[in-house]
């Protein structure tokens, strides 16, 4: 039997939920720019209250409430490891899809109205570059542990400039995210497809 506490989390649960798929349902309709918060409480049938208690703003419903972060257990591997340096640096980024990643359709739909909207993918990077002082440190340890005769100054050099490539390849992976859920595709992350892919490419550059 259920408590008045887990009743209480459940509700507010499902409650945050409504308003995720009223957002995201809005902005595929009319538009990012057309939805207001209004709107989304009539669509979710909750009170404006209860919107601001789940979200500050309309743009947390659709990107949800928390911020990307780095998963600690991941980096201690990361630096590690010897593995694709630039791949597994963007693996260690974790963006919070929220309840909807219970339902990958439906998560399809939310990629694909993030996708539509040119402010929500700045904003989307915003939080993601807001990351690059931490994943830059990261990057050095794990080049101080590889690379041990090359200078400190160097090596931050790299850190600083593979930092900026990461930002580039979560670009590229929300854009490509985008595209196969506007395709009706529910969107993957394949680390090894992108490893083989940034191989080849690189390959080239250099």
């Known amino acids: 039997m259920s408590t008045p506490a887990v009743q209480r989390r459940k509700d507010a649960r499902e409650k945050a939920a409504a ?10 309709e009319h538009g990012y720019e057309a939805v207001k ?6 669509r979710a049938g909750v009170s404006q209250r209860t919107f601001f208690n789940h979200f500050r703003t309309k743009d947390a419903a659709l990107l949800g409430s928390e911020y990307p972060t780095l998963d600690a257990a991941a980096a201690q591997e ?3 490891s010897k ?13 919070d899809p929220g309840d909807l990643s219970l339902e990958p359709a439906y998560l399809a739909r939310r990629i694909r109205a993030i996708g539509s909207s040119a402010t929500l ?4 990077m915003e939080r993601i570059t807001s990351l690059d002082d931490e994943l830059r440190a990261v990057i050095e340890l794990r080049l101080a542990a590889q690379y041990p005769d090359e200078s ?9 400039l593979i930092t900026q490539l990461v930002a580039g390849l979560m670009r590229y992976v ?9 395709a009706g595709a529910v ?3 394949d680390p090894e497809s992108i490893s083989a892919l940034l191989s080849r490419a690189l390959a080239k550059l250099a």
């Open 121 to 124: 993918m700045a904003l989307q």
């Open 78 to 80: 990361f630096i590690a």
């Open 83 to 95: 593995g694709p340096l630039l791949a597994g640096a963007a693996l260690l980024i974790r963006v």
């Open 19 to 28: 308003i995720e798929r009223a957002a995201t349902d809005l902005v595929l």
């Open 187 to 189: 969107p993957t992350i």
């Open 37 to 42: 918060v209004d709107m989304i409480c009539e």
């Open 174 to 182: 929300g854009l490509s995210w985008a595209e196969e859920a506007a």
């Open 152 to 160: 400190e100054s160097d090596r931050s050099a790299q850190a600083a």
